[in-house]
């Protein structure tokens, strides 16, 4: 596994690059696409563009985002925009298929196995039942909720907290969770 990509049986995940702006348009305007995501549906290609930009800029120990593609064509992006915080998002012609399960196990095991991280996080809109349910199922757990956490438009929308520890791997040792 190459750093900048990752592959599954059915996807690849690669660092965005600039020729991805009209498949992320496609989804990042999408208002069924972005029906829980943190900002409302992009209007234009350039709010896209200012989008991408910042993905493809940032820096290198904060962040680890990837373009997700299937069958060569760009379906979404998941990673992590901002460490531990995972985060994704799908066209919605690719719901149903299991791509984002597909997806997140491996990214998830990346984190794990090359960052070394403790915890991977989530922040997800309580409505978002498809995303809780993904979640759960890869072994997030619940550990908070809170009211009026994002601002998008004039709605203001709730957070549930989840997290996913790192697998114990060492031999005899327990570890205090706290």
């Known amino acids: 596994m190459e750093d900048n ?3 599954t049986a059915r996807l690849t995940m690669r ?3 600039v020729r991805d702006l009209g498949a992320m348009h496609a989804i990042l305007s999408n208002p ?3 029906r829980y995501w943190s900002t409302l549906p992009h209007k ?10 910042a993905m493809m800029a940032s820096p290198e120990g904060e962040s680890d985002d990837f373009v997700v593609t299937f069958e060569d064509r760009v379906i979404g992006k998941a990673g992590f925009w901002r460490l531990p915080e995972i985060g994704y998002i799908f066209h919605p012609d690719c719901w149903g298929q299991g791509l984002a399960h597909e997806c997140l196990s491996a990214l998830i095991a990346r984190a794990f196995q090359r960052r070394g991280m403790d915890a991977i996080t989530a922040d997800v809109d309580p409505r978002n039942q498809a995303s809780l349910g993904l979640l759960g199922k890869l072994g997030f757990v619940e550990t908070g909720r809170k009211q009026a956490t994002w601002l998008i438009g004039d709605e203001w929308c709730d957070s549930v907290y989840m997290e996913l520890r790192r697998p114990n791997h060492s031999m005899g040792s327990e570890r205090q969770q706290f």
Do not use: D, F, H, Q
Request: proline fraction near 5%.
């Open 32 to 34: 069924v696409a972005m």
């Open 44 to 53: 234009n290609l350039g709010e896209s563009r200012e989008w991408l930009k």
């Open 15 to 17: 660092r965005p690059e």
């Open 5 to 7: 990509i990752i592959r």
